[in-house]
């Protein structure tokens, strides 16, 4: 996949600590990114995919509230009881799928307003979420899963940023090559091709984190995405 392969823009050697398993980032924001994709992209799955957790439960043993339940945001699971970072204990394990009732509430507050703006109107045209695409391109299989297709037509890929980005398109132009957003829509768009056997319209949907959740949709033209190519192509090699 494109992330695996995005090693490469480092070295080899990175890439191959990957593909061995030895390099598992799991961090608050990849996992919030989940989530609000999930909110976002697939609503009726929502809350089937992701668990909701308490409050923390864990009996305060000092201070004015002693005795009473902590009662900060938990996300670290027992088996029976939720706990926040403080009070885990040492069976506690962290779901890869879930978040806090704020978080929770803040991802649906922002699929609603996404899904209302202008530039969320092309998650209402006649399109599929999260398409999985296994195609070759340079001898070599490669897989990618793509968050909004429309067939025949366009490909879009959901970012979140921080409030006020989404007015910034200088910002927007900075963040696309800083994160190699080029790189990652043309391998999509090579996916596509595969399948559709046309190049399609490639754009990044912009979405703030904070309200008021504004967005934008960002279009990359044909040189961004040739240039995208040629460097994949490179990588694949």
């Given at each position: 996949?494109?992330h695996?392969l995005?090693?490469?823009?480092?070295s080899p050697?990175?890439m191959?600590?990957?593909?061995?398993?030895e390099v598992?980032?799991?961090?608050?924001?990849?996992?919030?990114?989940r989530a609000f994709h999930?909110?976002i992209l697939?609503?009726?799955?929502f809350?089937?995919?992701?668990?909701?957790?308490?409050?923390?439960?864990?009996?305060?043993?000092s201070?004015?509230r002693?005795?009473q339940?902590?009662g900060?945001n938990?996300?670290?699971w027992?088996?029976e009881n939720?706990f926040?970072?403080t009070?885990?204990t040492e069976?506690?394990v962290?779901?890869e799928n879930?978040v806090?009732?704020e978080?929770?509430?803040?991802?649906?507050?922002?699929?609603n307003?996404?899904?209302?703006?202008e530039?969320g109107t092309?998650?209402?045209?006649?399109?599929?979420p999260e398409?999985t695409?296994?195609?070759?391109?340079?001898?070599?299989?490669?897989?990618c899963?793509?968050?909004?297709l429309?067939?025949?037509?366009?490909i879009?890929?959901?970012?979140?940023?921080?409030?006020?980005?989404?007015?910034d398109?200088?910002?927007?132009?900075?963040?696309i090559s800083k994160?190699?957003?080029?790189?990652q829509?043309?391998?999509?768009?090579?996916g596509?091709?595969?399948?559709f056997?046309?190049?399609?319209?490639?754009?990044?949907?912009?979405?703030?984190?904070?309200?008021p959740h504004?967005?934008?949709?960002?279009?990359?033209d044909?040189q961004?995405i040739e240039?995208?190519?040629t460097?994949?192509?490179?990588?694949?090699a």
């Amino acid at each position: 996949n494109f992330h695996t392969l995005s090693e490469m823009n480092h070295s080899p050697s990175h890439m191959k600590s990957v593909l061995d398993g030895e390099v598992r980032i799991q961090t608050d924001a990849l996992r919030l990114g989940r989530a609000f994709h999930s909110a976002i992209l697939t609503p009726d799955e929502f809350d089937n995919e992701f668990h909701t957790a308490t409050a923390c439960c864990a009996k305060l043993k000092s201070g004015q509230r002693k005795g009473q339940e902590c009662g900060k945001n938990a996300i670290h699971w027992d088996s029976e009881n939720w706990f926040c970072g403080t009070h885990k204990t040492e069976g506690c394990v962290t779901p890869e799928n879930v978040v806090t009732q704020e978080e929770h509430e803040r991802a649906v507050l922002m699929r609603n307003l996404v899904r209302r703006s202008e530039a969320g109107t092309v998650l209402h045209q006649a399109g599929n979420p999260e398409v999985t695409i296994v195609f070759e391109r340079g001898g070599v299989l490669c897989k990618c899963r793509i968050d909004w297709l429309v067939a025949e037509q366009s490909i879009t890929d959901l970012k979140k940023c921080q409030r006020t980005k989404c007015c910034d398109d200088g910002w927007i132009c900075q963040e696309i090559s800083k994160r190699n957003y080029h790189q990652q829509l043309a391998f999509y768009a090579a996916g596509f091709l595969s399948i559709f056997h046309k190049w399609p319209q490639t754009q990044l949907l912009f979405v703030e984190d904070a309200q008021p959740h504004d967005s934008t949709l960002m279009p990359l033209d044909d040189q961004t995405i040739e240039i995208g190519i040629t460097e994949i192509d490179q990588m694949l090699a």
